[in-house]
């Protein structure tokens, strides 16, 4: 506490903005963030904020207004896979909601497993899987309820707003491995059999901090490529980078409107 108390008067002594929501924005769903009028605060000036130095990550604090909406919005995150650890990557979602925030939505660039998805799709996370070997709460004796992990309220809300933008939404539960390789063929066939539509390298550990924390959730998930064996071709950053740039107008009009009606 004593640390989070240090980061937050750090940041409040920089903006008087108390943000009503929060969003952690993905490898090349940055973007989104220029648009919101407020300040940008890099993350190595923040008091105990970890750096991430992954290409579609800038590394940023910022906090203002977007859609009539106080927000605070993280630019990019650090991943367990970097060395951070998972509570360095969670520390921020602390923050936010110390800040005011008390809502998360949290995205994500993920890789395809369900056959039924394409590259560029966007699919709402439903329920998520923890493969990490694991939990951010560790060592707290938090016995946090996942049942309800994603907030039914925001999903329904989200759907609707992706058809009314013809959008076809995608609904799916989201994997989470550690990285940073990518999964084998054989790995992809496993977690297609327990139940996995998607698979990336982040989120749950935000998520199960922000349940922990009272927060509702919503999860975004860009399908940026089809995972390993589907396709049969290799997979690259670059990949993710490029469909996440295809995709960017589409995203940033779903997620503005979603803020906007927001409650």
């Known amino acids: 506490m004593e640390k989070i108390k240090e980061s937050v008067d750090f940041i409040q002594g920089k903006t008087d903005v108390k943000p009503e929501v929060g969003i ?49 919005a993280m630019q990019g995150r650090s991943h367990y896979y970097e060395g951070h650890s998972l509570e ?14 008390e809502i998360l939505m949290v995205t994500n660039a993920g890789g395809g497993i369900n056959k039924d998805f394409g590259s560029g799709d966007l699919m709402i996370i439903t329920d998520h899987i923890n493969f990490m070997g694991a939990n951010p709460l560790r060592g707290r004796k938090e016995f946090i309820d996942m049942t309800f992990a994603y907030d039914k309220e925001l999903v329904e809300l989200t759907a609707k707003i992706a058809s009314e933008q ?8 989201y994997i989470a491995v550690c990285g940073p390789s990518y999964e084998t063929p ?16 982040s989120t749950v550990p935000e998520v199960i901090v922000a349940k922990s924390l009272g927060m509702r959730v919503l999860g975004l998930s860009c399908i940026t490529n089809m995972a390993a064996g589907i396709l ?25 409107e979603i803020i906007k009606r927001i409650d």
């Open 88 to 101: 360095e990557i969670t520390y921020p979602v602390r923050v936010m909601k110390e800040l005011g925030a």
């Open 166 to 173: 013809g959008i076809e939404m995608k609904e799916g539960v």
């Open 232 to 256: 049969k071709k290799p997979l690259s950053h670059k990949e993710v980078i490029e469909t996440t740039k295809k995709v960017e107008e589409k995203f940033k009009k779903l997620v503005r």
């Open 24 to 72: 952690i924005l993905g490898s090349g769903l940055g973007p989104l963030a220029d648009e919101i009028e407020g300040v940008r605060i890099p993350y190595g000036n923040i008091p105990h904020f970890s750096v991430s130095k992954v290409p579609g990550h800038k590394g940023n604090l910022v906090i203002g207004e977007l859609e009539g909406k106080k927000i605070v």
């Open 186 to 201: 054989s790995e992809i066939k496993a977690f297609e059999k327990i139940g996995a539509d998607a698979v990336g390298m």
